[in-house]
C-alpha cells in the first residue's frame, strides 16, 4: 500500500512565499534563491509534494529550487484554482488562505508533478516573449504616427519605430540561434515549418510556448489552446457551440497559419475550400483548419515525423 505525500500549498508573491503546510503549519519566506533552497531541501526529507499557481517571472526561484532539490511539485492554473475555492464556498482572500486553499487543492485533485525544465525552450520563450513586447509597441508608434499632427514628433515617431525594426530583426535572429544552437529544438523545428502555413514565427512560437506538443491527445492539445469547441446545451435546449479559454499568443499564432494554408494547394487548401463551398462561415472555415493545424503538429511531434508523412 502507497502513502500518499503531504501537500504543501504556497502562495507566491514578488518579495514573499506564504506557505501552509498541514502537518508544520503556516509560514512565510522570502521569494529568494538562497531563501528557497533552504526550504527545498527541508520537503525533500519530510517526503512532500509542493502545489503552487502559475504566477509568470515570480515562482522562477521556486520552480528552480524545487527542481534542483529533486521536491515533486505541481504548477497549477490560477484560474482552476480559484474556482476550487469558489467551490468550496471560500470567499475571503489572503496570502495565507490561499497558501491552505493551495493545500487542500493538492490534496483533493492530485495535479500531476510538473516535468523537468527544459532550459533551451524557456530561453526560447523569453526571447519571443520581448519579440511580442516589442512587436506590440511598434504597433503602437505606427498608429500614433498616422494620427501625429506635428512634423518634429513625426519624425520622432519615425526614427523610434526604425529602432524598433532593427531591435525585433535582431531578435528575429537570436530565436533563429537559439532554434539551430540546439539539436531537439532544430529538429522539431524543421519538423513544423513542413506543415503549409507554418513559418518561422508560427514554428517559434509553438516551441517556445507549447512543449506540450506530441504529448496529449488531439482533443486536449486543441482545448489547451482555446479551438475546442465547448457545447453549450440545457435540458431541451442546444446552444452553440464556441470555443473559449487557451494560449491566445497560441492561438493567434495558428490563426495566422491558416490564412496562410487556406489558399494554398495542399491537403488543407483543399480541406478549407471544402468548408467555404458547404457555406461555412470565413471566421469557421479559419477556425476549425486552425484546430486541424494543431492535430497535425501535435502528430508529428508524437511521431517524429514531417507533414508529408502523415
Known amino acids: 500500500m502507497s502513502i500518499s505525500p503531504v501537500c504543501v500549498g504556497i502562495d507566491v508573491s514578488k518579495a514573499h512565499l506564504d506557505i501552509f503546510d498541514p502537518l508544520e503549519g503556516s509560514s512565510r519566506i522570502d521569494n529568494t534563491t538562497s531563501a528557497v533552497t533552504v526550504f527545498a531541501a527541508t520537503q525533500l526529507v519530510r517526503g512532500r509534494f509542493v502545489v503552487f499557481e502559475a504566477t509568470g517571472?515570480?515562482?522562477?526561484?521556486?520552480?528552480?529550487?524545487?527542481?534542483a532539490a529533486g521536491v515533486p511539485h505541481a504548477r497549477v492554473n490560477p484560474e482552476?484554482?480559484?474556482?476550487?475555492?469558489?467551490?468550496?464556498g471560500r470567499r475571503a482572500k489572503t496570502d495565507a488562505i490561499d497558501a491552505r486553499m493551495?493545500?487542500?487543492f493538492g490534496r483533493a485533485l492530485t495535479p500531476n508533478p510538473r516535468p523537468p525544465s527544459d532550459l533551451a525552450r524557456?530561453?526560447?520563450a523569453l526571447r519571443h516573449k520581448r519579440r511580442d513586447q516589442l512587436v506590440a509597441m511598434r504597433q503602437q508608434e505606427v498608429v500614433r504616427r498616422s494620427e501625429c499632427p506635428d512634423a518634429a514628433m513625426a519624425d520622432s515617431l519615425a526614427r523610434h519605430i526604425a529602432w524598433l525594426d532593427r531591435e525585433i530583426e535582431a531578435l528575429n535572429a537570436d530565436i533563429r540561434a537559439a532554434i539551430a544552437a540546439d539539436d531537439a529544438l532544430r529538429a522539431a523545428d524543421r519538423?513544423?515549418?513542413s506543415v503549409p502555413g507554418v513559418g518561422p514565427v508560427a514554428a517559434a512560437t509553438m516551441l517556445a510556448l507549447m512543449p506540450e506538443l506530441g504529448q496529449r491527445s488531439?482533443?486536449?492539445?486543441?482545448?489547451?489552446?482555446?479551438?475546442?469547441?465547448?457545447?453549450?446545451?440545457?435540458?431541451k435546449r442546444h446552444g452553440q457551440r464556441m470555443i473559449r479559454g487557451g494560449r491566445a499568443r497560441v492561438r493567434r499564432a495558428l490563426y495566422m497559419a491558416a490564412l496562410s494554408a487556406a489558399n494554398s494547394k495542399t491537403r488543407l487548401g483543399d480541406f478549407a475550400r471544402k468548408l467555404r463551398a458547404a457555406g461555412k462561415p470565413p471566421k469557421l472555415v479559419l477556425i476549425a483548419?486552425?484546430?486541424?493545424?494543431?492535430?497535425?503538429?501535435?502528430a508529428i511531434c508524437r511521431d517524429n515525423a514531417s507533414f508529408a508523412c502523415q
Open 102 to 104: 493551495l493545500a487542500d
Open 289 to 298: 483548419l486552425a484546430r486541424k493545424i494543431i492535430v497535425i503538429l501535435n
Open 218 to 235: 488531439p482533443k486536449a492539445i486543441a482545448a489547451l489552446v482555446g479551438l475546442a469547441p465547448f457545447n453549450n446545451d440545457s435540458g
Open 191 to 193: 519538423r513544423l515549418r
Open 57 to 67: 517571472g515570480y515562482d522562477r526561484a521556486l520552480r528552480r529550487g524545487l527542481e
Open 80 to 88: 482552476q484554482a480559484r474556482d476550487f475555492a469558489r467551490a468550496l
Open 122 to 124: 524557456e530561453s526560447l
